[in-house]
T-cell receptor
Framework: GIQVEQSPPDLILQEGANSTLRCNFS?????LQWFHQNPWGQLINLFY???GTKQNGRLSATTVATERYSLLYISSSQTTDSGVYFC????????????FGKGTKLSVKP | GAVVSQHPSRVICKSGTSVKIECRSL??????MFWYRQFPKQSLMLMAT?????????EQGVEKDKFLINHASLTLSTLTVTSAHPEDSSFYIC???????????FGSGTRLTVV
């Protein structure tokens, strides 16, 4: 099956700093999403981005499908950005499930 | 946007009892729903794929007789943890794809504690 690797596993930032989270995947995918899991466990969908670049406020993401990686950029980080960020990919079929990476745990210090 | 409603959000039960978790797609029809389990400080692992009107497909290592899945309508899938044991304590979360070729949306999760 498809392997999803995220880096770094842990990241500590000072408020206001920028960061880049990376997601590598081992095979072609037709779906890629970035999620933020809040302290209550809720998965917040950040981007649906199987290819290309998207931006939403302080967050942006880029997926280079031909090179099998995606990047999530967080600018001017805030303490509320803390949590775990997951990359998940879907490889096959119109109803195939998502495969999750192990996540990046982000801690933003005031 | 598409919403999946999951209940209960938190449940504590005694060993040996059964617990039912419900997931409803509120404003779209979901012929397929996915059930994931997440242990503390770990990633989400797919348990089973729930198909409306047919049997669920379970991932390797997931006991189908212990984790009963019913998908009786296009908007409701249920997961029943039967004869729960403390090792079943985990965070369970459901998901559905919003249309063909679209992204996935997730329920808010159920934190199960078996005592």
């Amino acid at each position: 099956g498809i392997q999803v690797e995220q880096s770094p596993p842990d990241l500590i930032l000072q408020e206001g700093a920028n960061s880049t989270l990376r997601c590598n995947f081992s095979d072609s995918v037709n779906n890629l999403q970035w999620f933020h899991q809040n302290p209550w466990g809720q998965l917040i969908n950040l981007f649906y981005i199987p290819s290309g670049t998207k931006q939403n406020g302080r967050l942006s993401a880029t997926t280079v499908a031909t090179e099998r990686y995606s990047l999530l950029y967080i600018s001017s980080s805030q303490t509320t950005d803390s949590g775990v960020y997951f990359c998940a990919v879907g490889g096959g079929g119109s109803q195939g499930n998502l495969i999750f990476g192990k996540g990046t745990k982000l801690s933003v210090k005031p | 946007g598409a919403v999946v409603s999951q209940h209960p959000s938190r449940v504590i039960c005694k060993s040996g009892t059964s617990v039912k978790i419900e997931c409803r797609s509120l404003d779209f029809q979901a012929t397929t729903m996915f059930w994931y389990r997440q242990f503390p400080k770990q990633s989400l692992m797919l348990m089973a794929t729930s198909n409306e009107g047919s049997k669920a497909t379970y991932e390797q290592g997931v006991e189908k007789d212990k984790f009963l899945i019913n998908h009786a309508s296009l908007t409701l899938s249920t997961l029943t943890v039967t004869s729960a044991h403390p090792e079943d304590s985990s965070f369970y979360i459901c998901s559905a794809r919003v249309g063909v070729g679209g992204g996935y949306t997730f329920g808010s999760g159920t934190r199960l504690t078996v005592v």
